[in-house]
């Protein structure tokens, strides 16, 4: 039995960075500073059930404050730019073509160092959604300072 394969160039599985708006509801007050984040693959978008695939732009000074997931492992790949990633206990210089893995649970965070647009691809295991994968700041586990 043979099956015919069609080309198309759409299809709902098919996401890209210029048809999928970056998110309104993150606020620089939860941690979000300045960033232009958006959900490419998602359960909502495409129907994963265990991970997500985002693509954020951090303009210069932008940061992404120290927070955890306890549901989710995550990975952050830098396609342009420089910046320090927080990961653990350790700040982790980060340049094009260099990644990092985040376990699930730990801290971790990011900041463009640089004077260029950091332009960082990521993505969650473990979790399809922000929801899921869960967000505790650092400053909400650590009141006191």
């Given at each position: 039995?043979?099956?015919?394969?069609?080309?198309?160039?759409e299809?709902p599985?098919?996401?890209?960075?210029?048809?999928?708006?970056?998110?309104?509801?993150?606020?620089?007050?939860?941690?979000?500073?300045?960033?232009?984040?958006?959900?490419?693959?998602?359960?909502?978008?495409?129907?994963a059930?265990h991970?997500?695939?985002?693509?954020?732009?951090?303009?210069?000074?932008?940061?992404?404050?120290?927070?955890?997931?306890?549901?989710?492992?995550?990975?952050?790949?830098?396609?342009?730019?420089?910046?320090?990633?927080?990961?653990?206990?350790?700040?982790?210089?980060?340049?094009?073509?260099?990644?990092?893995?985040?376990?699930?649970?730990?801290?971790?965070?990011?900041?463009?160092?640089?004077?260029?647009?950091?332009?960082?691809?990521?993505?969650?295991?473990?979790?399809?959604?922000?929801?899921?994968?869960?967000?505790?700041?650092?400053?909400?586990?650590?009141?006191?300072?």
């Amino acid at each position: 039995m043979s099956q015919t394969i069609r080309r198309v160039s759409e299809h709902p599985m098919k996401k890209s960075f210029d048809a999928t708006p970056s998110d309104q509801v993150l606020r620089a007050e939860d941690g979000w500073v300045d960033m232009d984040v958006r959900w490419l693959l998602t359960r909502e978008t495409v129907g994963a059930d265990h991970s997500v695939f985002g693509i954020t732009v951090f303009p210069p000074g932008s940061k992404h404050d120290i927070h955890r997931h306890p549901n989710a492992e995550e990975f952050e790949y830098l396609v342009s730019g420089h910046g320090i990633a927080r990961v653990g206990d350790a700040d982790v210089e980060l340049g094009p073509g260099e990644v990092v893995f985040v376990p699930a649970n730990d801290y971790h965070g990011f900041e463009n160092t640089g004077d260029e647009p950091v332009f960082m691809i990521w993505g969650y295991a473990g979790a399809a959604s922000l929801d899921e994968a869960g967000y505790i700041r650092y400053v909400d586990d650590h009141p006191e300072g």
